[in-house]
T-cell receptor
Framework: GAVVSQHPSRVICKSGTSVKIECRSLDFQATTMFWYRQFPKKSLMLMATSNEGSKATYEQGVEKDKFLINHASLTLSTLTVTSAHPEDSSFYIC??????????FGQGTRLTVV | AQSVTQLGSHVSVSEGALVLLRCNYSSSVPPYLFWYVQYPNQGLQLLLKYTSAATLVKGINGFEAEFKKSETSFHLTKPSAHMSDAAEYFCAVSDRGQGNLIFGKGTKLSVKP
């Protein structure tokens, strides 16, 4: 199947700093990318959907200015958590799809804000 | 609106026993249905999916699921559990046109020796 690479797999940052998470499609053109957040012992919650070259569409309750999503190319989307706080600590997962085909998931990023 | 309900947040079976993980969905349109597996601190791996072809879907690692429209169910089964099956399992539904997935809360499967 297609490969989606997410980097870094783990990151620890200080409160107040920003951290960027990358999501790359390695062998297909990701026209759409999705960003999910997973809380401990809870399901994955969709944060936003981004189409290449367009602004991301955020789900209700997700702060656009805090979670900046850029999808500037067909192989790369980034999620930047700005001014991170401990409550932003979570597992973030991206997925990508080409057209209307199946979406493939990245390995996830464990963010810890101290 | 679409939703997924997974009955049982934790299922424990003995090695070699039948695995049954339950999933019921709600959708106003014909759905696509998925089962994913997640190992600790990893992303999601697709086990199988239903996309309106055969109602009995076979996936990887010996898993299969049956789409039952009358029961709005898509339960996951495996005849004989292996220790390596211990993981978190998520059922998901998507609107065929929209593509983003709505996930259930997950079921943690434990396999006892």
């Amino acid at each position: 199947g297609a490969v989606v690479s997410q980097h870094p797999s783990r990151v620890i940052c200080k409160s107040g700093t920003s951290v960027k998470i990358e999501c790359r499609s390695l062998d297909f053109q990701a026209t759409t990318m999705f960003w999910y957040r997973q809380f401990p012992k809870k399901s994955l919650m969709l944060m936003a959907t981004s189409n290449e070259g367009s602004k991301a569409t955020y789900e209700q309750g997700v702060e656009k200015d805090k979670f900046l999503i850029n999808h500037a190319s067909l192989t790369l989307s980034t999620l930047t958590v700005t001014s991170a706080h401990p409550e932003d600590s979570s597992f973030y997962i991206c997925s990508a799809r080409e057209g209307r085909s199946e979406a493939f998931f990245g390995q996830g990023t464990r963010l810890t804000v101290v | 609106a679409q939703s997924v309900t997974q009955l049982g947040s934790h299922v424990s079976v003995s090695e070699g026993a039948l695995v049954l993980l339950r999933c019921n969905y709600s959708s106003s349109v014909p759905p696509y249905l998925f089962w994913y597996v997640q190992y600790p601190n990893q992303g999601l791996q697709l086990l199988l999916k239903y996309t309106s072809a055969a109602t009995l879907v076979k996936g990887i690692n010996g898993f299969e699921a049956e789409f039952k429209k009358s029961e709005t169910s898509f339960h996951l089964t495996k005849p004989s559990a292996h220790m390596s099956d211990a993981a978190e399992y998520f059922c998901a539904v998507s609107d065929r046109g929209q593509g983003n997935l709505i996930f259930g809360k997950g079921t943690k499967l434990s396999v006892k020796p």
